[in-house]
């Protein structure tokens, strides 16, 4: 087995990333896709704890603008909506072979197990792969928060964002044709850009705690498996520009 660049990473995957058509919803293409991208981590020896959002099915300050339900309320529909996708995720995975465990912040104890720090390394020592459902317990905080914050809990090497592009760019790609990709960022850089990486809570607790984040474009094959042997992929935002 060869040896990987990583040893623990947290995978961020957007719940956009395993939508149907419109960009909500489950898609069995995708979400297979991405269990074997995981699947794929696996084998190679790495631990992995991944963090699933739920903007496919509902993003709890949009709902509560366009509602008017309160926005404690919808941010809470939106943990319980991140719980169904790492149900789904579990589903595929364990139909691939692969021992998982669904750990959430809030209690679901039907379903799953709460997020308990120690219960969930051992998980991860003994080669399940974890999913960190229900955001952080908390109203106003997102779930790119929730992976930065989880991450520095169990120890992660390196934090993978898999969006839907190939990585940080000046601009969006879609609307400006022009806008230049980079290679690798500080996270002062990011910061001080307005960088759309992940929201600035989750930005500043990987500088604190000097965990890098890649962002990289889930629908690539392999990529995350490339990441994990130690090839540069997408954009790394760091600690120091020479990293």
């Given at each position: 087995?060869?040896?990987?660049?990583?040893?623990?990473?947290?995978?961020?995957?957007?719940?956009?990333?395993?939508?149907?058509?419109?960009?909500?919803?489950?898609?069995?293409?995708?979400?297979?896709?991405?269990?074997?991208?995981?699947?794929?981590?696996?084998?190679?020896?790495?631990?992995?704890?991944?963090?699933?959002?739920?903007?496919?099915?509902?993003?709890?300050?949009?709902?509560?603008?366009?509602?008017?339900?309160?926005?404690?309320?919808?941010?809470?529909?939106?943990?319980?909506?991140?719980?169904?996708?790492?149900?789904?995720?579990?589903?595929v995975l364990e139909s691939m072979n692969v021992p998982?465990?669904?750990?959430?912040?809030?209690?679901?104890?039907?379903?799953?197990?709460?997020?308990?720090?120690?219960?969930?390394?051992?998980?991860?020592?003994?080669?399940?792969?974890?999913?960190?459902?229900?955001?952080?317990?908390?109203?106003?905080?997102?779930?790119?928060?929730?992976?930065?914050?989880?991450?520095?809990?169990?120890?992660?090497?390196?934090?993978?964002?898999?969006?839907?592009?190939?990585?940080?760019?000046?601009?969006?790609?879609?609307?400006?044709?022009?806008?230049?990709?980079?290679?690798?960022?500080?996270?002062?850089?990011?910061?001080?850009?307005?960088?759309?990486?992940?929201?600035?809570s989750a930005i500043a607790m990987c500088r604190e705690?000097?965990?890098?984040?890649?962002?990289?474009?889930?629908?690539?094959?392999?990529?995350?498996?490339?990441?994990?042997?130690?090839?540069?992929?997408?954009?790394?935002?760091?600690?120091?520009?020479?990293?």
């Amino acid at each position: 087995m060869e040896t990987p660049a990583y040893q623990r990473v947290l995978l961020k995957i957007s719940g956009e990333g395993l939508s149907g058509p419109g960009g909500s919803g489950l898609s069995s293409e995708h979400l297979t896709r991405s269990a074997k991208q995981l699947a794929e981590l696996h084998q190679m020896g790495v631990q992995v704890a991944v963090v699933i959002g739920a903007g496919n099915f509902i993003r709890g300050a949009v709902i509560s603008g366009a509602v008017g339900i309160g926005r404690v309320t919808a941010d809470q529909m939106g943990m319980l909506a991140t719980v169904i996708n790492a149900l789904a995720m579990q589903d595929v995975l364990e139909s691939m072979n692969v021992p998982t465990r669904v750990c959430s912040a809030i209690g679901i104890t039907a379903l799953c197990e709460p997020f308990i720090r120690r219960r969930a390394i051992k998980h991860l020592n003994e080669g399940r792969i974890i999913l960190l459902a229900g955001g952080t317990g908390n109203p106003f905080f997102t779930t790119d928060t929730c992976a930065a914050l989880r991450a520095a809990e169990v120890g992660a090497d390196v934090l993978i964002k898999a969006t839907k592009v190939d990585g940080v760019y000046s601009d969006d790609p879609v609307k400006n044709p022009s806008a230049i990709r980079y290679d690798r960022l500080t996270f002062d850089d990011v910061l001080a850009k307005k960088l759309a990486v992940m929201d600035q809570s989750a930005i500043a607790m990987c500088r604190e705690n000097d965990i890098d984040i890649i962002v990289c474009n889930l629908m690539a094959d392999g990529v995350v498996t490339r990441i994990a042997r130690g090839e540069r992929v997408g954009t790394l935002v760091t600690s120091a520009a020479d990293k």
